[in-house]
């Protein structure tokens, strides 16, 4: 049976994301702040447009710990470069950058990811000194599974190709140049600890601004293969 010129699995398939968009629309950013040029103002979600991206998350003690042993021993040194050092609660990996995307396109999205099968979890050993990605960010690096984590990484990117995302390196950004240079040097701490972790799932996020203030909150996720 045909209605509307369109296969009833289809017309379900509709009525599905539109539902997930106006979920997503009312749950995840009811207002937003955009910046006209002196300050930022709130404006109506009807003609956002979600900026997502999949990207590993940690727990809090994860974060804190990432911060205390691989953060704070540089932190004088970056922000007397004119670096800001970012919130411990937004430490996260990023796998794949999808861009802004329509809320119905967003949708499609959330139904797709949570349909993915992810390889199995390994443990991943972050730390090390702080090293620079481009000119502006200050990032904490992934020592090891590289191969885990570039396969993850292509099954994001095979749910949202991106042709102006940026090559992938396992990274955790930790800071964002405000002004001034790049420090020639970042002094070794001499109680350099590794933190280990295992992530129990990839995250769909969204990064949004109000206010002046970036989060990162999470739209769903799915779990790594046991």
């Not at 999949?54 to 004088?76: A, D, M, N, Q, W």
């Not at 129990?200 to 203030?213: D, E, F, N, Y």
């Amino acid at each position: 049976r045909i209605l509307y010129g369109f296969p009833n699995h289809r017309r379900r398939s509709r009525e599905r994301d539109h539902d997930a968009s106006r979920h997503i629309h009312t749950r995840l950013y009811p207002t937003l702040s955009k910046y006209d040029g002196n300050h930022y103002c709130e404006v109506s979600t009807r003609f956002y447009m979600p900026r997502l991206f999949f990207g590993l998350t940690f727990p809090g003690s994860v974060r804190r710990e990432i911060h205390t042993l691989h953060v704070k021993p540089y932190e004088h040194e970056l922000i007397s470069a004119g670096w800001k050092i970012g919130a411990p609660e937004n430490y996260h990996l990023t796998l794949h950058f999808v861009g802004e995307v329509s809320p119905r396109a967003a949708a499609h999205l959330t139904r797709e990811f949570t349909q993915t099968i992810f390889p199995r979890s390994q443990t991943l050993t972050i730390g090390g000194v702080p090293r620079f990605f481009g000119k502006n960010v200050c990032y904490v690096p992934v020592r090891d599974q590289r191969k885990f984590l570039a396969r993850t990484h292509e099954i994001c990117e095979g749910l949202a190709p991106n042709p102006e995302a940026q090559k992938f390196t396992p990274h955790i950004t930790v800071a964002r140049r405000t002004h001034a240079k790049t420090p020639s040097t970042l002094l070794v701490s001499p109680h350099e600890v590794p933190t280990f972790f295992t992530p129990g799932h990839v995250s769909l996020l969204l990064s949004q601004t109000r206010k002046g203030r970036t989060t990162y909150p999470e739209i769903t996720r799915v779990p790594l293969s046991d």
